[in-house]
């Protein structure tokens, strides 16, 4: 079974544009991450945020988590064509450290 | 550096046979992690290896299993292939265990059973 629910499940912008996903869960979390995956391809590590974080930025990515509504957002501006991938959420398991839990992911198109 | 390598790329196997997956993490990581992706659907967790010792299990039936070499190399085994098995098949490594500085994945193999 899946933790994490994405929102939208799939986004069409034009470039330039910011575009924003969200990401809930449902169970105590160590940390959450966002991963890109093109083209059903390996998934790259975009950003980690620990649960005692609010809100991380890295380069065109800002991240915020609320674990008091276990929902976090990922927001990537000035939108490029390449950034044109599925992303996933993926939850840390306090019960089972080992493992992520991922989401369905989300879909961006990003037209030029 | 290289990254997390798996091989092969892709596989087309018949329903019944058995099939063995590989992946070499990252020089200096420790952590090997399986994931099984099916299209249309987020990653789910397989194996974790450690040290070479298994650290967690997902929900899969025992038909999986998977084990790490002295050299931190992984295999990922499936018996009995059903065409459900039919997904990518992800390995992601990591410095320790429990992957708090994110995962590195490679870029999968595409299992296809027919």
């Known amino acids: 079974s899946q933790q994490g629910e994405e929102d939208p499940q799939a986004l069409s912008i034009q470039e330039g544009e910011n575009a924003t996903m969200n990401c809930s869960y449902k169970t105590s979390i160590n940390n959450l991450q966002w991963y890109r995956q093109n083209s059903g391809r390996g998934l790259v590590h975009l950003i980690l945020i620990r649960s005692n974080e609010r809100e991380k930025h890295s380069g065109r990515l800002r991240v915020t988590l609320d674990t008091s509504k276990k929902s976090s957002s990922l927001l990537i501006t000035a939108s490029r064509a390449a950034d044109t991938a599925s992303y996933f959420c993926a939850t840390g398991d306090m019960e089972y450290g080992n493992k992520l839990v991922f989401g369905a992911g989300t879909i961006l198109r990003v037209k030029s | 550096d290289a990254g997390v390598t798996q091989s092969p790329t892709h596989l087309i196997k018949t329903r019944g046979q058995h099939v063995t997956l590989r992946c070499s993490p990252i020089s200096g990581h420790k952590s090997v992690s399986w994931y099984q992706q099916v299209l249309g659907q987020g990653p789910q967790f397989i194996f974790q290896?450690?040290?070479?010792?298994?650290?967690g299990r997902g929900n899969f039936p025992d038909r999986f299993s998977a084990r790490q070499f002295p050299n931190y190399s992984s295999e990922l085994n499936v018996n009995a292939l059903l065409l459900g098995d039919s997904a990518l098949y992800l390995c992601?490594?990591?410095?320790?265990?429990?992957?708090?500085?994110?995962?590195?994945f490679g870029s999968g193999t595409r299992l296809t059973v027919v």
């Open positions: 290896y450690y040290e070479k010792e298994e650290r």
């Open positions: 992601a490594s990591s410095s320790v265990g429990q992957g708090v500085d994110g995962y590195t």
